[in-house]
């Protein structure tokens, strides 16, 4: 199995910054994609933004310009730096992350999601 664990949620003033962490843990082969999505109370869980092996980044239209994702591969960590944040901006943030584990004959697609860490933008 592969575990996610996220770090970095906080409560903060509107137009303050905060980087989000998460860890892959496990018998991993390989991760595709990592991402981070979120989901405020009421709504659907929805990307916040993702990036593949090879560094290409997807970005939602409401934070782009704003946060910036990153990732460590030799770590299996990802990252996102969120600047200019806003109070629409709180919700869970979830880490989720896609690839292959194991391996050999024991190989197997994942598709892992974190606990999530919660993000409260307000004055």
């Known amino acids: 199995q592969v575990r996610l664990v996220e770090s970095g949620g906080a409560l903060v003033q509107p137009g303050g910054s905060l980087r989000l962490s998460c860890a892959a843990s496990g018998t991993i082969f390989s991760i595709y994609s990592m991402g981070w999505y979120r989901q405020a109370p009421g709504k659907q869980r929805e990307l916040v933004a993702i990036i593949t092996s090879g560094g290409s980044t997807n970005y939602a239209a409401s934070v782009k310009g704003r946060f910036t994702i990153s990732r460590d591969n030799a770590k299996n960590t990802v990252y996102v730096q969120m600047n200019s944040l806003k109070p629409e901006d709180t919700a869970v943030y979830y880490c989720?992350?896609?690839?292959?584990?194991?391996?050999?004959?024991?190989?197997?697609?994942?598709?892992?999601w974190g606990q999530g860490t919660q993000v409260t933008v307000s004055s």
């Open positions: 989720n992350a896609a690839g292959q584990g194991g391996v050999g004959s024991g190989s197997y697609q994942f598709n892992s």
